[in-house]
Nanobody, 118 residues
Framework: QVQLVESGGGLVQAGGSLRLSCAAS????????MGWFRQAPGKEREFVAR????????YYADSVNGRFTISRDNAKNTLYLQMNSLKPEDTAVYYC???????????WGQGTQVTVSS
């Protein structure tokens, strides 16, 4: 089992940057693909980015490609999301999740709020 705890959210002006972290418990972090998702008020949760268990493969939603970077440090059991050039439409609760196949996301964190002011 994997427990996930996000941190690093906050309030930032448009054009600014934030780095989210997701700390994982357990010894199996490095065997899971990891992802970031977000949910804005009144909208469904949407995929943001994912990274392979070894960190050598990444994939992004079109809306964040070129602005966000997903990375992981398996030695520290931590997942990151570097968010640059933030826009008001990036405002959402951001969640990290773990998966063995990128289809079923087995474990989720509690979320961290990101608010981008215009």
């Amino acid at each position: 089992q994997v427990q996930l705890v996000e941190s690093g959210g906050g309030l930032v002006q448009a054009g600014g940057s934030l780095r989210l972290s997701c700390a994982a418990s357990g010894r199996t972090f490095s065997t899971y693909g990891m992802g970031w998702f977000r949910q804005a008020p009144g909208k469904e949760r949407e995929f943001v980015a994912r990274i392979s268990y070894g960190g050598d493969s990444t994939y992004y939603a079109d809306s964040v490609n070129g602005r966000f970077t997903i990375s992981r440090d398996n030695a520290k059991n931590t997942l990151y999301l570097q968010m640059n050039s933030l826009k008001p439409e990036d405002t959402a609760v951001y969640y990290c999740a773990a998966s063995k196949d990128y289809k079923k996301w087995n474990y989720w964190g509690q979320g961290t709020q990101v608010t981008v002011s215009s």
